[in-house]
């Protein structure tokens, strides 16, 4: 049973920084293709970045390119969100999603494995 668990979040203020991890369970999970969305309050979840199995590839959504990076270490099964210079309208639940085919994804519907979500709150 393929199992994501987030944590890292948590409260910072603005400008600061934070890092997400995201374990995955399974002796196939470093050949998954991950991705990081979030939910803010009141909207629609929406993508924030992704990265493919090899670790070579990344995407990242418009809005958060420059201070988000996303990184993963295949042999512990973490991939990692940090997120620097953050912003009150940062502030959302983030989750990890894993797709089978391994390669970039930026649709909700080609991941088919996903995490609880981790609270990043940014405020002053």
């Known amino acids: 049973q393929t199992q994501l668990v987030e944590s890292g979040g948590g409260l910072v203020q603005p400008g600061g920084s934070l890092r997400l991890s995201c374990v995955t369970s399974?002796?196939?999970?470093?050949?998954?293709?991950m991705g990081w969305f979030r939910q803010a309050p009141g909207k629609e979840r929406e993508f924030v970045g992704a990265?493919?199995?090899?670790?070579?590839?990344?995407s990242y959504a418009r809005f958060v390119k420059g201070r988000f990076t996303i990184s993963r270490d295949n042999a512990k099964n973490i991939v990692y969100l940090q997120m620097t210079r953050l912003q009150p309208e940062d502030t959302a639940v983030y989750f990890c999603?894993?797709?089978?085919?391994?390669?970039?994804?930026?649709?909700?519907?080609?991941?088919?494995?996903w995490g609880q979500g981790t609270q990043v709150t940014v405020s002053s």
């Open positions: 999603a894993a797709a089978r085919g391994g390669a970039v994804a930026v649709e909700e519907d080609e991941y088919d494995y």
């Open positions: 399974g002796p196939t999970s470093s050949s998954y293709g």
């Open positions: 990265i493919s199995s090899s670790g070579f590839t990344t």
